[in-house]
């Protein structure tokens, strides 16, 4: 069996750097590669070895699969470990990886291209009796087909990019008069964000719940569920929040939607870590919505309830290991939390807020993770995604979990830039999310900026209301009359708003 000595991450920031601390941890020696705003780079300093690849953006540097893989050659490097997004879901770059001799650290080629088409999906998972949002199985091709489809299946629909990803490619469709505009957008969004035009209809599920399953499989065919995560709190449609285990999920539908999982990677023979990604209506029953063939950037609330490493699992299956462990060996332990922590402004529509850490103090203590890649005085590139950390709580209960994450979050100090710890501190608390009571709606539906505003007990109020008056009181008696009765406006509207 090939043992892995010298591992490449072709990645950045957090993933990067969380892939090569278990490759350490494993005795493998690891190669970074970076870009050339990224060369001050937390993963670059922990690598054993860093190979600049290029100019900052991405096509010029993350995304040179070729090039990769000549750095691997000349530093004898035997196996690549993609992370996720860049070349994570490239088939091809799968292909050439194998081709020159190095190991992938995921599943095969054919895998990858399988899953990473949408409709390609559907249509492998037929035999296995997995439950399927109501739709098209095919690229719709003649329009007036399509929407006697959509009108059978009934409104609101969903146009969808078989080739779709990070939230991107989807279109909601209200009614039959929209149809033609809204397919055309679809298509065109399409063409111009995955060179693949390809769209099918789903019906839209209005009240949904985004539930996923983590499998893993070993190239020996055995495959795994490792239970759930919760994923329903999102913003257009990328994750913000995420825990295991999921609130409404019992003990037996656990057991289904496992199994259902184990069905979706049997149908493509899939080997690695993989996540089934389901979603449920409010009649708690699931769909297929699609798989995603690589590790999850929310993988650590999997790590927490399992004890597994999903990294470390991913590389002795690459290696060719059998899985160490059966289905019967595995239970969830407690309940974990994650929230992603973007360097946008919740008060300005989430709009990227880019700039310099000027403080950056990461939350401790007991039951916190943080995943992050960034230090203090550091800049967050605008080239990339502008997650700065993922920010993890794991207690015996979900309610323990919640209460840990907040106290973190309190904890977590950055300044320089806006971040998104605020909006998620809002969510924690909201009755909804305490209850569990929630679905992918959540941030359209209770979220606005002024619930980020601060908010003060009646004894803060009095204090600030009487500053307030002395301070307009001063400034008024050397004023004119004029300004008096102006400045006597302010005062009263602070008043009110202290109110
Ligand atoms: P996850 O469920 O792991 O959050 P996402 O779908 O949000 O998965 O994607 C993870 C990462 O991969 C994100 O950085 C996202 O921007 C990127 N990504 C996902 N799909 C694509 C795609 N088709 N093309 C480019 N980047 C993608
Ligand atoms: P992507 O590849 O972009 O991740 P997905 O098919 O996984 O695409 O869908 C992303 C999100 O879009 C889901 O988590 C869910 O919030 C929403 N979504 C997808 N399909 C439907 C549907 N049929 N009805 C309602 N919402 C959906
Ligand atoms: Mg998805």
Redo the contacts with the bound molecule.
């Keep these: 069996m090939p043992k892995i000595k010298k591992l490449l991450v072709a990645n950045r920031g957090e993933i990067s750097l969380r892939i090569m601390r278990t490759a350490k941890e494993m005795g493998i020696k690891t190669v970074a590669v970076f870009s050339e705003a990224d060369r001050l780079s937390p993963h670059v300093k922990f690598a054993d070895e860093a190979v600049c690849l290029g100019p900052p953006a991405s096509s010029e540097s993350y995304l040179l699969g070729e090039k990769i893989i000549e750095v691997c050659k000349k530093l004898n490097v035997d196996a690549i470990h993609p992370g996720?997004?860049f070349l994570s879901e490239n088939a091809a770059f799968a292909k050439k990886v194998s081709d020159a001799g190095l190991i992938f650290v995921g599943p095969s080629p054919e895998s990858i291209e399988v899953m990473g088409s949408k409709l390609a999906a559907k249509q492998a998972v037929g035999k296995y009796n997995i439950p399927l949002v109501p739709g098209t199985e095919e690229a719709i091709s003649d329009i007036p087909a399509a929407k006697k489809i959509a009108s059978e299946i009934g409104y609101p629909i969903l146009i969808k990019a078989s080739a779709?990803?990070?939230?991107k490619g989807m279109r909601i469709v209200e009614n039959e008069s929209e149809f033609e505009e809204q397919m055309n957008r679809a298509i065109s969004e399409a063409v111009s964000a995955?060179g693949d035009g390809a769209v099918f209809i789903e019906k839209y599920i209005t009240s949904p719940r985004h539930i996923e399953i983590q499998v893993l499989g070993d190239q020996l065919g055995n495959v795994v569920y490792l239970f759930e995560r919760e994923c329903s709190i999102q913003r257009r449609h990328?994750?913000v929040i995420e825990e295991a285990p999921s609130s409404v999920v019992s003990p037996e539908m656990r057991k289904a939607m496992g199994e259902a999982a184990v069905g979706v990677a049997k149908a493509c023979d899939y080997y690695g870590a993989g996540t089934v990604e389901f979603i449920v209506d409010e009649g708690l029953n699931f769909y297929f919505l699609e798989m995603?063939t690589r590790l999850?950037?929310?993988h650590p609330v999997t790590e927490m309830i399992t004890g597994k490493d999903l990294v470390k699992e991913q590389i002795l299956i690459a290696e060719g290991n059998p899985l160490s462990f059966t289905q019967d060996d595995l239970s969830i332990n407690g309940h974990s939390i994650e929230v992603r922590v973007y360097a946008e402004d919740p008060r300005n529509n989430f709009l990227p807020d880019i700039g310099t850490l000027e403080t950056y103090i990461r939350p401790q203590g007991p039951g916190i993770r943080v995943d992050d890649g960034f230090e203090e005085g550091m800049k967050i590139p605008i080239y990339y995604?502008p997650m700065i950390a993922k920010l993890v709580s794991h207690a015996e209960t979900r309610e323990a979990a919640i209460y840990r994450m907040i106290r973190a979050i309190e904890d977590y100090q950055i300044t320089g830039i806006q971040t998104t710890l605020g909006f998620c501190k809002f969510a924690l608390q909201h009755e909804a999310f305490v209850s569990g009571n929630f679905d992918t709606k959540f941030v359209d539906r209770y979220f606005k900026p002024e619930v980020l505003d601060p908010v003060f007990d009646q004894e803060e109020k009095e204090v600030l209301a009487a500053l307030a008056v002395n301070f307009f009181e001063k400034l008024t008696s050397k004023k004119s009359q004029k300004a008096e009765s102006k400045s006597e406006g302010k005062s009263s509207a602070w008043m009110k708003r202290l109110n």
Aim: proline share 0%; no cysteine; net charge negative.
């Design positions: 996720y997004g779709g990803g990070g939230g995955f990328q994750k995603n999850q950037v929310e995604d």
